[in-house]
């Protein structure tokens, strides 16, 4: 018997350089998301890593893993240097001012996007507002700190409060004016039918709505608020008022640095922010994606 050669037909030597080029784009994207994840990941680990570990082991062995397997930099920070003070300030000051935040910005988006004003302002209002955010702190760190000296406000829970709400106001009345847009009119006009006055038809018909995005609004201001580092630097001086990032620097002396317990400080100031994601991953992807599809 004469075994016989198929010649492959032509859509098939056509759509052979492009099943190429299909698995070269995947393999070129799963590389750069591999490489993303290492460069986001590494320096968590090694950080978690260095917690662990003895100071001779990391300024002189230079291991990658913890021979000497320690906790003495988390029970150092919690012992002497008062990290639950630093820590207990952080989570007060974010949770009191994003909300303070929201509930203000909410209302103020919400105006924005449902009423007219004069000469279409209401178009970049927004916009406007967002611009004291995009200032650098440094620009305006000396008259806020001269207000809060005039107002008693120096080395308080509360002067942070209130200069954290008032920078995240922009960015919740700019985030939220947006999704406030995305909600039909006429819901809102036929709850007003049935009865509802404006407030009500908002509380109840647009707030449920827009929760996603609200959600996400959140996550993103307690996250820069949690982080935040020169406004606290400026405005406290002691363990009464001052935030964890301060206290995380307060390891650093003027001749060496206590790695190990500021690596151990990283690890327990990134607790709370990573549990809260956690707990609201479903309702942030529902939010950034809100609107995407109609």
Do not use: C
Request: hydrophobic fraction near 55%; proline fraction near 4%; charged fraction near 15%.
């Amino acid at each position: 018997m004469t075994a016989t050669l198929r010649r492959p037909a032509d859509d098939e030597v056509l759509a052979e350089p492009g099943r190429w080029r299909g698995r070269g784009r995947r393999g070129g994207f799963v590389a750069v998301v591999a490489a993303a994840l290492l460069f986001a990941i590494v320096p968590l680990l090694w950080m978690l890593s260095t917690s662990f570990k003895t100071n001779r082991e990391i300024t002189q062995d230079g291991t990658l893993l913890p021979h000497s397997f320690t906790f003495g930099n988390y029970s150092s920070l919690f012992s002497g240097r008062e990290f639950g003070s630093y820590l207990t300030n952080s989570i007060v000051i974010t949770v009191a001012s994003v909300a303070v935040a929201l509930l203000f910005g909410t209302h103020a988006a919400y105006a924005i996007a449902r009423f007219r004003l004069w000469g279409g302002l209401e178009r970049y209002l927004g916009f406007a507002l967002l611009v004291t955010r995009i200032l650098p702190p440094i620009v305006v760190i000396i008259p806020v700190f001269l207000l809060a000296e005039r107002l008693s406000l120096l080395n308080t829970r509360l002067g942070l409060i209130v200069v954290y709400s008032a920078f995240n106001v922009s960015v919740v009345v700019w985030m939220m004016e947006s999704f406030f847009r995305e909600i039909p009119v006429d819901l809102e006009e036929a709850a007003m039918v049935d009865g509802d006055s404006r407030f009500a038809a908002f509380r109840r018909i647009v707030l449920p709505l827009a929760a996603p995005g609200l959600v996400a609004t959140g996550i993103f201001t307690a996250i820069v608020t949690y982080n935040e580092f020169l406004f606290a630097l400026v405005l406290t001086s002691t363990p009464t008022a001052e935030t964890m990032p301060v206290g995380a620097a307060t390891l650093i002396g003027r001749i060496n640095i206590d790695w190990g317990a500021m690596s151990a400080a990283g690890v327990i100031g990134a607790l709370p922010i990573l549990l809260f994601a956690a707990l609201v991953q479903k309702h942030l992807v529902r939010g950034l994606t809100m609107g995407a599809v109609k």
